[in-house]
């Protein structure tokens, strides 16, 4: 199935969306809850799966297809938006949090893209949403943020987010790169993926890097971002503020004990 062709313009700089122009009947699948606004004539639809199957005559195609999903801790259903007027219509698409959002167009990419599970914004219908199975037990134990990977397939425009700045690496042919699986955004087709145990007793007890790094070779292209979500939510949780109403330290020079000379404690 031929993805459906469509037009976007990106607006923003660290808080950004994507603005999507439909011609009539041309549809783009969304993740839910990532709508922004639409144009009127813009119809809105939650479809099984990610709809690159609706036109198969056999629910299990569908059923499984949607089924991956669960796998990578998304739902069932996606939504999808579709222009049911004659003239060019419009649909916004927000990211999640601060951060990038990298158009991608698959038919240049060889057909297939691999990025982390919660990257996925939107696509032009088509567009199959799935999961990449690495056959290495290693990586799916212990891979962390990096074990389940969506794998996005077609030849049509897919739109994905990653948090704080973005670096883009072209690997040539056994070229290894390692990086924390969290900061991995996506990889094209012919990157080979593993992770690997960092070693050491001092690094894996008080590195504060993590257990587990991934690495990848070439050739291929590999987009990493500089602030995995987990860890800038991770860096807002230890900042919020207590029962009693402070936060952690409040950022004081004294912390601990200007609050106990405070009454606090």
């Not at 783009?28 to 799966?49: H, K, L, P, R, Y």
């Not at 087709?189 to 008080?206: A, E, H, P, S």
């Not at 790094?213 to 971002?225: E, K, L, N, R, Y």
């Amino acid at each position: 199935m031929y993805a459906h062709e469509i037009d976007y313009t990106i607006y923003g700089d660290d808080m950004q969306y994507v603005e999507i122009e439909l011609d009539p009947t041309e549809t783009v699948i969304a993740e839910a809850g990532s709508m922004m606004m639409m144009d009127s004539n813009i119809q809105m639809e939650t479809i099984f799966g990610d709809g690159s199957k609706q036109n198969s005559n056999g629910f299990m195609d569908k059923l499984f297809s949607a089924g991956k999903r669960v796998l990578t801790g998304e739902s069932l259903f996606m939504t999808a938006f579709t222009n049911s007027g004659t003239l060019k219509e419009k649909v916004y698409f927000a990211a999640p949090y601060p951060g990038k959002i990298l158009p991608m167009d698959l038919s240049t990419l060889g057909g297939r893209l691999i990025c982390q599970k919660d990257a996925f914004l939107c696509a032009a219908k088509g567009v199959s949403v799935g999961i990449d199975f690495r056959k290495k037990l290693s990586v799916g134990f212990f891979g962390g943020e990096g074990f389940i990977l969506e794998k996005l397939e077609g030849d049509g425009m897919a739109f994905i987010h990653a948090c704080g700045a973005i670096v883009k690496r072209n690997l040539m042919p056994g070229e290894i790169l390692k990086i924390d699986t969290g900061c991995i955004v996506a990889m094209t087709r012919d990157v080979q993926y593993d992770i690997q145990f960092v070693g050491g007793i001092k690094n894996t007890l008080f590195g504060g890097e993590g257990v587990f790094f991934a690495t990848v070779s070439g050739p291929g292209t590999v987009w990493i971002q500089s602030l995995p979500f987990s860890r800038l939510a991770e860096r807002v949780f230890a900042a919020a503020p207590t029962a009693g109403g402070r936060g952690k330290e409040e950022g004081s020079v004294l912390g601990m004990l200007g609050n106990f000379l405070d009454g606090d404690n």
